[in-house]
């Protein structure tokens, strides 16, 4: 198996064993992110929903922000498996996130039915909000 290959069958199965820990009591769409770090670590998390609603926290999110706990910054590939038929890519919030850190990355999405679509964050945001854009 070439390394791309095995680097997303280890990323979706990351991913589908964080979906387990999803807290996802309102919609029961479960979300598991599997986020690979440059240096090889691979870093998970899931959907963390509220009462409240709106304050619900996506995988890619909370994904994000436990890997820059841990003192990453570079990534390389990010997989989601979530609890829905087809394979769901990240909101628009989530593109704009994870476009703050990884423009480049690589996504893998896997639902309960078919294989894994494999597309880019450049091609989910084409048209992104940057950093150059705000006055210093
Ligand atoms: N969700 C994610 O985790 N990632 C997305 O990109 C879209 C939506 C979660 C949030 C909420 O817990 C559930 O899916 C339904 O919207």
């Known amino acids: 198996m070439d390394p791309s ?17 999803a807290y996802c009591p309102y919609s029961h769409l479960a979300v598991g992110a599997a986020l690979a770090c440059e240096g090889g670590s691979i870093v998970t998390a899931a959907n963390v929903e509220n009462g409240s609603y709106g304050l619900t926290l996506c995988a890619e999110r909370a994904v994000v922000a436990r890997a820059l706990a841990e003192g990453q910054r570079g990534f390389v590939a990010l997989a989601i498996v979530s609890s829905a038929a087809r394979p769901v890519p990240p909101c628009g919030a989530c593109r704009q996130v994870l476009h703050e850190f990884a423009p ?24 992104p909000f940057e950093l150059g854009d705000q006055p210093c």
């Open 5 to 21: 290959s095995q680097l997303r069958d280890r990323l979706l199965q990351a991913a589908r064993a964080a979906r387990r820990l």
């Open 104 to 127: 480049g990355l690589t996504l893998y999405l896997q639902g309960e039915e078919g294989a894994a679509r494999e597309t880019t964050l450049a091609a989910l945001l084409p048209d």
